[in-house]
């Protein structure tokens, strides 16, 4: 089982973390599969970014987040951007809501990608 969880980073009393995917079993600091974002608790306001489109995707295949980045994804959108994905919303929609950046181009490349599977199975 996976979880998005926070690795230490920064020396004694300056913590500093990285938002990771890791094993469940896999220590705090271990071994990670992804590593997908930071967060910084020390300066007012904290300072945290979270890679939109990766935590979707985990999150869409299972991974659990822990309390801390639950929060943290809370504040950004992402777990409400994640219902929508559940709903059928397209991903590259989602991530272009969070990112600012138009989006007209992807989606219209998807559908072109789309239409293409469909006449070739038809073939």
């Known amino acids: 089982m996976l979880k998005i969880r926070l690795a230490r980073t920064g020396k004694k ?3 500093s973390y990285r938002v990771v ?3 469940v079993n896999a220590k705090r600091d271990g071994r990670v599969v992804e590593r997908i974002g930071y967060y910084n608790p020390l300066p007012d306001p904290i300072q945290y970014k ?6 979707l995707h985990w999150l869409s ?5 822990t ?3 639950k929060r943290l994804l809370d504040k950004q959108g992402t777990m409400d951007r994640l219902s929508r994905l559940h709903a059928g919303e397209d991903m590259a929609v989602l991530v272009s ?3 600012g950046e138009p989006v007209a181009e992807a989606v219209e490349a998807k559908a072109v990608e789309q239409a293409a599977e469909l006449v070739d199975e038809e073939e």
């Not at 979270?50 to 935590?55: K, N, P, Y």
């Not at 295949?61 to 987040?65: I, K, T, Y």
């Open 50 to 55: 979270i890679q939109e489109d990766r935590a």
């Open 13 to 15: 009393g300056q913590p």
């Open 97 to 99: 809501e969070f990112t």
């Open 61 to 65: 295949v299972g991974a659990q987040p």
């Open 67 to 69: 309390d801390a980045v």
């Open 21 to 23: 995917v890791a094993d």
